[in-house]
């Protein structure tokens, strides 16, 4: 092993659909959290023009965002453009001040990224960065591990799916794993279909980020379902939403309903799993003696979990589905938005750890043979 490597601290990076977070191995928290979309744009520029190919992180600002065209080069798990993911890990690189040629580097993964992704993504931090060494943690186990738990059930409800990941004693059970491609745009969609109704239009990727903050900062989920008769009266009461150039909207039900989609999505046409769905079939996938200590051990992470009522809603929704003697608990940690970050980050700094790392020369003797042989 070469200790050299590990005289500098470690690059983790947590990687969603929605935003990455990035910081220094051992820190209580990332120091860089930006949206993880790039900018390119929409119009020829003017040679006095002060533009650019790529626009990223705190690079596009609400003045910029209406002549861009914004793109998502990691969704679903799955690196859609990797010229274009390379620039969100160089953004982070450089406002991280970090030398990648100089530091280990962890990313974070859902259960299901394939192996051939794995492969380029080591290739490219191999090979274009240089990096000494490099690991790929599944973010539902450093979760878990950072939430100071080794059994208990991740429910990762992200911006494009959610998936539900029980561990066991530090074992992640694989086959019990679910996922469903429902999650906070789904939610985001739904209400820009509502204001729609309503008379309100957004159509650029730079007005479908508008209903996304309204969505952040608005929508709400009832302790429970609630019919065509109570949504009818919520359109009485009315909410001004000022919108980024003063003008304002009038929101109602609209606040309540678009969130519905995740709990009932097939009243919206979706012939999908709900979120309490996953839940409750990934506990009961599991081995009938390893249940018990699951259901009450049930762990919510993910930006679209911090949806106000969306925790007491979940709970009521998941006892419906499982055996009435069963004791259902969901914790919900404030900070649970970069709880898999932070068991990254932990991680890195255990003695323990430094065996895991996959090395350059490992790599280039043993192929991705290393990459099964290294994972947690």
């Known amino acids: 092993m070469d200790n050299h490597i590990f005289a500098n601290n470690s690059i983790v990076i947590d990687m969603g659909s929605s935003q990455i977070k990035a910081g220094i191995g051992g820190e209580e928290k990332p120091k860089l959290i930006f949206n993880s979309y790039i900018g390119r744009p929409k119009y020829k520029a003017l040679p006095v023009a002060n533009s650019q190919e790529f626009y990223v992180g705190n690079q596009i600002t609400d003045s ?185 909207i009038e929101l109602s039900f609209e606040k309540q309903r678009a969130p519905e989609i995740l709990m009932c999505p097939e009243k919206y046409g979706l012939e999908l799993n709900s979120i309490p769905e996953i839940l409750a079939n990934s506990i009961q996938k599991v081995d009938l003696d390893l249940r018990k200590p699951l259901y009450s051990e049930i762990v919510l992470t993910g930006g679209t979990s911090l949806m106000q009522g969306f925790p007491e809603r979940l709970i009521g929704e998941v006892k419906k589905l499982v055996p009435k003697e069963a004791k259902v608990k969901i914790w919900a940690p404030p900070e649970r938005i970069t709880l898999s970050w932070q068991g990254g980050s932990i991680l890195t700094n255990l003695a323990s750890f430094k065996s895991m790392w996959i090395l350059k020369k490992e790599f280039e003797d043993e192929g991705e043979r290393i990459l099964i042989k290294k994972q947690l």
């Open 64 to 248: 910029t965002r209406g002549v861009i065209k914004i793109k998502y080069p990691y969704q679903k798990g799955i690196i859609k453009d990797m010229n274009e993911m390379d620039q969100l890990w160089k953004y982070a690189f450089q406002e991280l001040r970090g030398n990648p040629k100089e530091c280990p580097i962890l990313l974070t993964e859902p259960p299901y990224a394939s192996q051939q992704q794995k492969v380029e993504i080591t290739k490219q931090f191999f090979e274009s960065y240089n990096c000494p060494a490099l690991f790929f943690a599944v973010s539902g186990v450093t979760s878990l591990f950072a939430s100071g738990k080794s059994t208990g059930v991740i429910l990762d409800i992200g911006d494009t799916i959610s998936q539900s990941i029980p561990i066991y004693d530090g074992f992640y059970i694989q086959h019990s794993a679910q996922r469903v491609d429902l999650a906070g745009r789904d939610v985001t969609e739904n209400l820009n279909n509502l204001l729609r109704r309503a008379g309100y239009t957004f159509t650029t990727t730079a007005e479908y980020e508008i209903v996304k903050k309204i969505k952040e900062k608005r929508c709400f989920l009832s302790p429970a379902m609630i019919g065509e008769d109570k949504f009818q009266e919520e359109r009485k009461i009315k909410d001004q939403y000022m919108l980024p150039d003063n003008s304002t």
